[in-house]
T-cell receptor
Framework: DARVTQTPRHKVTEMGQEVTMRCQPILGHNTVFWYRQTMMQGLELLAYFRNRAPLDDSGMPKDRFSAEMPDATLATLKIQPSEPRDSAVYFC?????????????FGEGSRLTVL | AQKITQTQPGMFVQEKEAVTLDCTYDTSDQSYGLFWYKQPSSGEMIFLIYQGSYDEQNATEGRYSLNFQKARKSANLVISASQLGDSAMYFCAIHGFQKLVFGTGTRLLVSP
């Protein structure tokens, strides 16, 4: 079965360290979303790519977060320096958007804990 | 701008009964898609069902159906014959040309 793959699944790090999360979208999908989920804020959109171009990263703290798609098979979300408030589950989702379609699937998430 | 409203923080249902989870939306896009996802305690986001704004028939996927009322801007999820394994958080989402926006979710508890 095709699936969105995220690594790492779990990450514990100390404040100030750099964290990189990776996402392999489903082959052939042209849109990628990064979300952060916390109990307090729910699901927050951080970044949205279509055909590898960033369309919306307004939800992302620009001073410490960055998102890229170096190629069609890899999306990255980087936090530098990390802070305890960044502790959350980070989800990547990929989809196929020619017009609007129903194909939009999530990875299993990366649970980040910043001490 | 797009917005999803899920007004039921929690719902209870007995096994084998049907349950409706409410979702209303707001969007300025002419074309959009509506999604429902299930998030069990394990944390993964599981796609359940999709409705396109131009689809005239309500979407169905097994025990899940989406009651789409475009004029009222509602996209309620109906789960028929609830099972214990349906206990989870359920999120409604809308995808226009710019963003995929989620509601705050409804926690469903299915009791024996």
């Amino acid at each position: 079965d095709a699936r969105v793959t995220q690594t790492p699944r779990h990450k514990v790090t100390e404040m100030g360290q750099e964290v990189t999360m990776r996402c392999q979208p489903i082959l052939g999908h042209n849109t990628v979303f990064w979300y952060r989920q916390t109990m307090m804020q729910g699901l927050e959109l951080l970044a949205y790519f279509r055909n590898r171009a960033p369309l919306d990263d307004s939800g992302m703290p620009k001073d410490r977060f960055s998102a890229e798609m170096p190629d069609a098979t890899l999306a990255t979300l980087k936090i530098q320096p990390s802070e305890p408030r960044d502790s959350a589950v980070y989800f990547c989702a990929s989809g196929l958007t020619t017009g609007i379609t129903g194909e939009l699937f999530f990875g299993e998430g990366s649970r980040l804990t910043v001490l | 701008a797009q917005k999803i409203t899920q007004t039921q923080p929690g719902m209870f249902v007995q096994e084998k009964e049907a349950v409706t989870l409410d979702c209303t939306y707001d969007t300025s896009d002419q074309s959009y898609g509506l999604f429902w996802y299930k998030q069990p305690s394990s944390g993964e986001m599981i796609f359940l069902i999709y409705q396109g704004s131009y689809d005239e028939q309500n979407a169905t996927e097994g025990r899940y159906s989406l009651n789409f009322q475009k004029a009222r801007k509602s996209a309620n999820l109906v789960i028929s014959a609830s099972q214990l394994g349906d206990s989870a958080m359920y999120f409604c989402a809308i995808h226009g040309f710019q963003k995929l926006v989620f509601g705050t979710g409804t926690r469903l508890l299915v009791s024996p």
